[in-house]
């Protein structure tokens, strides 16, 4: 009984609270009566009642408004028992002084003698919970997780004050300053990052919690490679902008992400590149539901649009991301428009229909087929949403006067070896084409890596197999990757369609790439846990090879030359790339529809390598319809 109350809701504690003191106060004033009368006189007491409802209705009202039931028992300190004091003299006060203005019989000693009892009666059982509260802490904090706090500043501070009462027992803080070492906080003692191993010996600790606040990406990285050879698990808690925007409370305890792993520093914002051509203006994007086009939406709304035209294929996707919009306080505050449009970018005059409704000035283009091994099994498909997708929505543009079109491409186009990247290079020709032909219409390519958190990312893939226990599947042991965080890789894109011109290029600044192996490694090591291999037969997680999938590279390249020329942002690189003429580029999408058309995915192959792609194909076809239609001889194409 005792534990369900503890447990029960803090509005159900006032209510038993109330009537307590209730009670407790009635109580008060007839034991006082008996005291000093020396027997209960029913006839007397009757003729003061009075005097007890307005002491019992004042005394209520002054413990409500001085805060008695605000005071949580557990955390109860001096000042809130000095507050029960007052509001019990307070009490005490008003009985005598309605006695007095009733002309009450009372005797003067009742309400010296209703103070004393009153304060027992009120005081001495929120005493008693609190000591019982605290003498249940002291037999659980044996059975808690002992953890050490890397980070004794004020992020710190808070953090070990959240943990109260959770499954956690902050032992030791550790932090780089040495000017806090052997100094305490929050009654834990501080040390230097040299103790840290002892430390984890001493009090058997198998997890850190990291509290480093606004600590740079670089410099966390660096904590984090310090703590890899410890072999225990390696938290975080949440971001501080994400703590004071309420999307996260200090006590969220997470996994230690992926981008201070790799130790990268987010490249910096230019606010008028972002505004270029937002504010105040019709902006659409597509694939607004994706990991990349829902992020071009949240950048977006922050720099107030006049309206913002979310066209998506996926009735949920869309869903999704309108319903997080219509929720944030930019859309609350500065009135935007939200329009959500379910349609494909392959549906040209649908796509002009919209663009010409809401008067579209600028279109960020982020709706793709991406995964390579499933664009290799669905080749026609992916042909047509990549490339005929892009050149109908770009005509629809044109049409409708659409200012600014950006393509958000993939370092994948470069030299590609697969059917998704040969489709995303030849979406850039297209796009280079017209805007030769045209000059109304700003036509720009964003170039840049993996994204981390996008759908069928690795990272989400190895966190998810390394909890269940391995192995962690890694394709090839050489193989390495561009990596940077989805909402760094959308501002660029933003600010690289400001700096167009006409055709442009941009390859975006993606740092040093980064070898999956040793990402794998460096992701088992911070979950405590060791690898299992040969030279490690009791490890706990094993790193699976599984051979690389159909058209994978071992690495990827963001530039096809070495012509390349800065912007006026340092993360963005200009590429003069070498392209065809509008007719030339027609003529190609002529022969290709034709021949997607008759599913003839051999054909389809053998055009892209003669485009000027730099597609390197293999021979192998694994469109999953063509082997079917090779192997049964039952494709019909239906005119």
Known sequence: MLEALFESSRTTKRIISLIYDTVAIVTAFYAAAFLRLGTFNSQFLDKDVTVIAITLVVSLAVFIRMGMYRAILRYMSTPAMLTIVGCVFISALVLATSSFLTQSRLPRSIPFIYLTIALLLIGAPRLMVRSVIMMLNRRSVDLKEPVIVYGAGYTGH?????????????????????????????????????????????????????????????????VIKRLESLAISVQTVPAIPDILSGKARIEHIKDVEIEDLLGRDPVSSQPELMAANITDKVVMVTGAGGSIGSELCRQII????????????????????????????????????LYSILGSVQKEHRVETIMRSFGVQTVYHAAAYKHVPLVEHNIVEGV??????????????????????????????????????????????VLQGLAKRQNHTIFSMVRFGNVLGSSGSVVPLFREQIKNGGPVTVTHPEMVRYFMTIPEAAKLVIQAGAIGTGGDVFVLDMGEPVKIVDLATRMIHLSGLEIKDEDRPNGDIEIEFTGLRPGEKLYEELLIGSNVSGTQHPGILRAEEHHLSWEETKNLLDDLDVA???????????????????????????????RQKQNTGKLRVVN
Not at 306 to 334: C, G, H
Not at 398 to 420: C, H, Q, W, Y
Not at 596 to 624: F, G, W
């Open 384 to 429: 047509r949403n990549n490339v005929y997708g892009t050149w109908y929505t770009a005509e629809a543009a044109i049409r409708a006067g659409v200012e600014s079109f950006v393509l958000v491409s993939t370092d994948k186009a470069v030299r590609p070896t697969n059917i998704m990247g040969a489709s995303k290079r030849l979406a850039e020709l």
């Open 302 to 337: 922050q720099h107030r649009p006049r309206a913002i035209v979310l066209f998506e294929l996926n009735e949920f996707s869309l869903y999704q991301i309108e319903r997080e919009l219509q929720e944030t306080p930019e859309f609350r505050t500065n009135h935007i428009n």
């Open 158 to 222: 808070q953090l070990t004050l959240a943990l109260q009462g959770s499954q956690y027992k902050p032992v030791a803080f550790v932090d780089d300053n040495p000017a806090l070492h052997r100094t305490v906080v929050a009654n834990i003692k501080v040390y230097s990052p040299k103790m840290i191993e002892a430390l984890i010996r001493t009090h058997r600790v198998s997890k850190v919690l990291l509290a480093l606040g606004s600590t740079p990406n670089s410099r966390r990285a660096q």
């Open 596 to 626: 997607c058309h008759a599913y003839q995915c051999d054909r389809v192959k053998q055009l892209l390598v003669e485009a000027p792609t730099d597609y390197k194909a293999s021979m192998l076809i694994s469109d999953s319809v063509w």
